[in-house]
């Protein structure tokens, strides 16, 4: 099926500890974006990228480093990670006119870290 | 820069009860406005989206939402709240990235 796919689904970490959470998306679409939720604070965005090899900070981008070498997939890395990070990310992708076909997003990663 | 409030943290109304859940943005342009849902531990769903033209839109679930200018709101109302509607409800506003608001928890009684 077409869509935004994310993995893993769950992740627990220790302090310390690095990872990289995927995003796939196989719609063709130029923007990509990772947002974290947390409760009572809605979703905030930590990166994107309007196309293939950019990326740019959103409104919470420390702590975190993205990558996008393939239009399909764009890569969120935490170095190391603290508990503060501990949340839901969810990744979204849209084509540069969003207002035709809105966004699509993915089922969300929840990471707690330890 | 923009930004999106929904002063309503809860709300909980009984089964059959109107609806109205508010937002309002800042935004120098007309901007392009989103409602999004989010039932416990899902993703998120897309009810309905201003661009232009009409300013009340219809949305999914029987939800609508009317732009007003000129007091930068886009308000998300349903006549008859079904249990079912219980969720999470987000407002965003989209430039060239999108701008969530922090989300209003809805709570429906039988």
């Known amino acids: 099926n077409a869509g935004v796919t994310q993995t893993p689904k769950f992740r627990v970490l220790k302090t310390g500890q690095s990872m990289t959470l995927l995003c796939a998306q196989d719609?063709?679409?130029?923007?990509m974006y990772w947002y974290r939720q947390d409760p009572g604070m809605g979703l905030r965005l930590i990166h994107y990228?309007?196309?293939?090899?950019?990326?740019a900070k959103g409104e919470v981008p420390d702590g975190y480093n993205v990558s996008r070498l393939k239009k399909q997939n764009f890569l969120l890395g935490l170095e190391s990670a603290a508990p503060s990070q501990t949340s839901v990310y969810f990744c979204?992708?849209?084509?540069?006119?969003?207002?035709?076909?809105?966004?699509?997003f993915g089922s969300g990663t929840r990471l707690t870290v330890v | 820069a923009q930004s999106v409030t929904q002063p309503d943290i809860h709300i909980t109304v009984s089964e059959g009860a109107s609806l109205e859940l508010r937002c309002n943005y800042s935004?120098?342009?007309?901007?392009?406005l989103f409602w999004y849902v989010q039932s416990p531990g899902q993703g998120l769903q897309l009810l309905l989206k201003?661009?232009?033209?009409?300013?009340l839109v219809q949305g999914i679930k029987g939800f609508e939402a009317e732009f007003k200018r000129s007091q930068s709101s886009f308000n998300l109302r349903k006549p008859s709240v079904h249990w079912s509607d219980a969720a999470e409800y987000f407002c965003?506003?989209?430039?060239?990235?999108?701008?969530f608001g922090t989300g209003t928890r809805l709570q429906v009684f039988p």
């Open positions: 719609m063709n679409h130029e923007y």
């Open positions: 935004y120098g342009a007309t901007p392009y």
């Open positions: 990228s309007v196309g293939e090899g950019t990326t």
């Open positions: 201003y661009f232009s033209g009409d300013t």
């Open positions: 965003a506003v989209d430039t060239d990235k999108l701008i």
């Open positions: 979204a992708s849209s084509y540069p006119t969003a207002y035709s076909y809105g966004y699509t």
